[in-house]
């Protein structure tokens, strides 16, 4: 797919030429959500468009999973995310002529993402049949304070001459989600198509209201739409799939007709539908009574908050500057409102990956959200907590004691079909269990409240049993996947026997901290010294020949790929599995990876021949690696590669950089450029007791800035040429931070400061398999 063409603004991201042809990326580009409700970034009159979509968090249906050979142990049933009822569609017609910009050839078209006020803007002026200059401007919001609401103002204007002029805006039900995103099964086709059962319809005089209910996951979805209309004649018809509102007006030269539309959702899965619609309404209600403005200035608060303690400043490299600010944006939208839901790989704003959450959701948006917005990140971890008990029968059916949770999935139920990429991924669980450690030493939140002990008492026992203590005593884990995919099914992969290791010291460490809760999970003193014990026994393959760390035992023993012979990507698409699961091909950082979360298990020596060696084997053919390879590549001390993969992290939407951003934004790694910036360049860590940061500033950028919120103290750090200056810009000093290795004591009064030190890698700057540089 094409992305579009944008202008470069370090606030807004404005297409200022509506291509017809860029619509499948460009709805994806502006999407709207709060992490309750989203909307697909749609043309207002429906055609032309790629995918309509408006998503509920936590709103889904079940399908069949077939399997050509059974086998035990398998799920039985997939789940995808669902389009709901659709409110964004306002049909136009001017004197009898419907608006479609394919066919009125507009001399304006343009559309833009406002970063601080949090609205989509469009812009289209053509001359009718008539000769009238005719122009459509609309503001459309998902609200980030009343979470229920979507809304637009839609208005129509005849500039220099008459118009009859008719709107149709419509709340429609029943629409089909794309199947051929979720799953090629026709099986799974015929469930979805037909997910929602009709329940309620009702009709007022400026709108309605739509109940339904999905056939198999038992889900009331409601939406209600009102209108407020300036200038027109209002008529209102319903079905149980439709609310069709239609607003006729006579304009004459330099008139307008506006419409102010608003939709609310609500969903549950035991309410009756009557009081779902209820609740839809009175959401509708809610936004009524704060009106147009009240919504705009409500949007507006939230977002000057936002920036005022999470904003991101990069001089040197405007694209990048739009790019972070967009990524810090989509970030904060996709969980602002989230409740007992997770946040999807894409979050709602497209089918991609059947709006399923993975364990990049835990490693990467869950740590980012701690130092930028606590509380939502918080009420993502009680959503993981709360499908304790599911991964808990997860572990009993694979024959493991504790807590095995779900590779992908929406309820919690592990909907996976491909085990050697799910089930055999068990380090989900430690990238689970680090999210809760990570969370509670950022914010310094008590774990028993967000049941982070259990997640993590439960874990280490899943470790316990899935491990092995040979003759020698040490400890393995045998048949399991790392994050990369294209290497699966091994022995000893050292990011999860890392992982692992600090999951069962987590755990030991959290039932020290908190024994109440310890004891009544059952844990005693014998148990977390078995678990210490097997942490600190944990074998790490080496190969001391090469100097390097196997990323799984014998990895450097594959025969090498042929990277020349083959300039065909993404390579499982291209090549089958039995063919690279055994080679030396990457196809995301894995290794890599564990050099970052695991840095104490590392010498600096290590890091920098480490990375140079997986380096050169590491494709990305997924979006999530750039953003690890930036941090580990300025850990290595090569910041303008760094920068290089930041790039690459930053862009991948706004570019279309790896193709499938019609699908929907990557929110991981829309985390993951935040994340590449502040613990890439800026060297932040955040898994000792004190901040530390060690900021680098590659050769093209003058200037970065960025603010984390640590232990309830918003800090700001500011790195130029003259050195890094940390503030104190919010609560109460002094906080300790560790610059460059200096303690720094940062009150408000005084800054602490560390001059800028030059690179000084170990190694040269490490090369790529040939065309798999970094795509910036």
Not at 65 to 78: A, R
Not at 134 to 159: G, K, P, Q
Not at 673 to 700: K, N, Q, Y
Request: glycine content about 8%.
């Amino acid at each position: 797919m094409a992305a579009p063409t944008l202008d470069t603004d370090p606030w807004t991201v404005r297409e200022p030429h509506v291509d017809p042809g860029t619509l499948a990326v460009a709805e994806s580009l502006f999407s709207l959500a709060n992490g309750y409700l989203g909307t697909r970034g749609t043309l207002d009159e429906v055609e032309p468009c790629a995918t309509r979509g408006t998503y509920l968090s936590g709103v889904y249906e079940t399908h069949p999973l077939s399997y050509p050979e059974g086998g035990y142990g398998h799920p039985g049933e997939g789940q995808a995310l669902l389009t709901v009822a659709d409110g964004t569609p306002l049909r136009l017609l001017v004197d009898g002529v419907v608006l479609d910009v394919r066919e009125v050839r507009p001399e304006l078209h343009e559309r833009t993402l406002d970063l601080r006020a949090g609205t989509l803007d469009r812009r289209v002026r053509w001359t009718a049949l008539s000769g009238t200059t005719i122009e459509v401007t609309s503001r459309r919001l998902v609200s980030l304070v009343e979470r229920s609401v979507c809304a637009v103002r839609y208005e129509v204007r005849a500039v220099d001459g008459p118009a009859h002029v008719v709107v149709r805006s419509e709340l429609v039900s029943g629409a089909i989600t794309p199947t051929g995103v979720v799953n090629d099964d026709p099986r799974v086709a015929d469930v979805l198509d037909t997910a929602f059962e009709p329940q309620v319809h009702r009709r007022v005089d400026d709108g309605g209201a739509l109940a339904s209910r999905t056939r198999r996951s038992g889900i009331t979805v409601a939406a209600a739409v009102g209108h407020r209309v300036d200038g027109g004649r209002v008529d209102t018809r319903a079905d149980e799939h439709h609310v069709v509102t239609t607003v006729a007006a006579d304009l004459g030269p330099g008139e307008s007709l506006t419409i102010v539309k608003t939709v609310g959702y609500s969903w549950s899965h035991d309410a009756a539908a009557d009081s779902v619609v209820g609740e839809a309404s009175a959401a509708v209600g809610s936004a009524g009574d704060l009106g147009w403005d009240g919504l705009l200035a409500g949007q507006r608060a939230v977002l000057d908050e936002l920036w005022a303690t999470a904003d991101v400043e990069v001089d040197g490299d405007p694209e990048l500057q739009q790019a972070l600010r967009y990524a810090v944006f989509q970030l904060f939208c996709s969980a602002a409102c989230i409740s007992d839901a997770p946040v999807g790989a894409k979050g709602l704003t497209g089918m991609g990956y059947s709006g399923h959450t993975f364990w990049d959701v835990e490693g990467f948006v869950l740590p980012a959200l701690s130092l930028l917005r606590p509380d939502a990140a918080a009420r993502l971890l009680r959503w993981r907590s709360g499908t304790l008990d599911l991964a808990r029968e997860r572990a009993a059916t694979l024959g493991l004691d504790g807590a095995a949770f779900a590779w992908r999935t929406i309820s919690g139920h592990e909907v996976s079909a491909y085990w050697p990429a799910s089930t055999a991924a068990v380090h989900v669980n430690a990238d689970v269990a680090r999210a809760f450690w990570l969370h509670q030493n950022v914010t310094g939140t008590d774990l028993v409240s967000l049941g982070g002990v259990a997640v993590l008492v439960e874990t280490a026992r899943l470790w316990t049993s899935l491990g092995h203590e040979d003759a020698a005593g040490r400890w393995h884990l045998f048949g399991t996947t790392g994050p990369d995919e294209y290497t699966g099914v091994v022995d000893d992969n050292v990011f999860t026997n890392l992982m692992a290791a600090r999951n069962l010291r987590w755990a030991a460490d959290a039932c020290r901290r908190w024994p109440e809760r310890a004891a009544e999970l059952g844990v005693d003193d014998a148990e977390t010294a078995t678990w210490r014990a097997a942490a600190d026994a944990v074998h790490v393959p080496w190969d001391g020949d090469l100097q390097v760390h196997p990323m799984n035992e014998n990895f450097t023993a594959y025969r090498e790929w042929h990277f020349e012979d083959d300039d065909s990507y993404p390579v499982q698409e291209h090549q089958h599995y039995a063919t690279f699961y055994r080679r030396q091909v990457l196809k995301q950082a894995d290794l890599v990876q564990a050099l970052w979360w695991c840095r104490d298990d590392f010498t600096p020596a290590e890091v920098a021949r480490d990375l140079d060696y997986y380096e050169a084997r590491t494709v990305r053919d997924s979006s999530l690696s750039a953003a690890v390879q930036a941090v580990v590549c300025a850990q290595a001390q090569h910041p303008d590669l760094a920068l290089r993969y930041l790039r690459e992290a930053a862009l991948v939407d706004l570019r279309d950089v790896t193709g499938g951003s019609a699908e929907g934004l990557h929110l991981a790694s829309v985390a993951g450029a935040w994340l590449a910036l502040v613990a890439g360049l800026g060297g932040m860590r955040e898994d000792h007791e004190e901040l530390e940061i060690a900021p680098l500033l590659p050769a093209a950028l003058s200037r970065t800035a960025w603010s984390v919120t640590w232990r309830g103290r918003v800090l700001r750090v500011q790195t130029t040429r003259e050195g890094t200056t940390v503030t104190l810009v919010r609560g109460e000093g002094p906080v300790t931070v560790v610059a460059d290795g200096v303690r720094l004591s940062v009150t408000a009064d005084t800054p602490g400061h560390v001059p800028l030190r030059a690179p000084d890698p170990l190694l040269g700057e490490p090369r790529q398999p040939a065309g798999r540089e970094p795509r910036t």
